[in-house]
């Protein structure tokens, strides 16, 4: 198995509050991205980076900010939390060239928003 | 942006019987992946494909890349139990970074 944490693995927290989520890999893969699953959605794009600093939006990334500073970290931040924010969150990693499309995936975190 | 449909949404089927799940896209994709995800887990990839026409097993699971490019099937050969899960077919039209588009998945359901 890859080596992906993600912490907290569950999280509950008030509109309006900001919330971080990490993202962890032992695997020095240079590809990391974060998804949100929402039932009858499947798995959508929030954000993605292919580079310490360098990162870029997906489809659904209002309301979401990301940072990379080092290789292995990679976090997701709701600035102000909404209640349409409540999603299972997944990051996931890929390495380059080829099997930069070979995602893999880590645990969750499960965040609720009230 | 991309679309991918995929279908059945859900199936419920007796240990033993054969699956084939497939998936659809609006436009020409040069990768395809499936992936099966657990309860309370991430998803697991199980087949990557590259070339058009290009059929891959593993163990029991065949998935192939369809010749027009648009479209993709897995088949799960006499299935068991521990099957059950959410299947994911995902797509990337080349572009860059590894994005991938994820189709809604199909609920697999196996009686014993």
């Known amino acids: 198995d890859a080596g992906i944490t993600q912490s907290p693995r569950h999280k509950v927290t008030e509109t309006g509050t900001p919330v971080t989520l990490r993202c962890h890999q032992t695997?020095?893969?240079?590809?990391m991205y974060w998804y949100r699953q929402d039932p009858g959605h499947g798995l959508r794009l929030i954000h993605y980076s292919y580079g310490v600093k360098d990162t870029d939006k997906g489809e659904v990334s209002d309301g979401y900010s990301v940072s990379r500073s080092k290789t292995e970290d990679f976090l997701l931040t709701l600035e102000s939390a909404t209640s349409s924010q409540t999603s299972v969150y997944f990051c996931a990693i890929s390495g380059a060239g080829q099997l930069s499309y070979e995602q893999y995936f880590g645990p969750g975190t499960r965040l609720t928003v009230t | 942006g991309q679309q991918l449909n995929q279908s059945p949404q859900s199936m419920f089927i007796q240990e033993g019987e054969d699956v084939s799940m497939n998936c659809t896209s609006s436009?020409?994709?040069?990768?395809w992946l499936w992936y099966k995800q657990d309860p309370g887990e991430g998803p697991v990839l199980l087949i990557a494909l590259y070339k058009a026409g290009e059929l891959t097993s593993n163990g029991r699971l065949t998935a192939q890349f369809g010749i027009t490019r648009k479209d993709s099937f897995l088949n799960i050969s006499a299935s068991i139990p521990s099957d059950v899960g959410i299947y994911f077919c995902a797509g990337s039209g080349g572009t860059s970074y590894g994005k991938l588009t994820f189709g809604q998945g199909t609920i697999l359901t196996v009686h014993p």
């Open positions: 436009s020409i994709f040069n990768t």
């Open positions: 695997e020095n893969h240079r590809y």
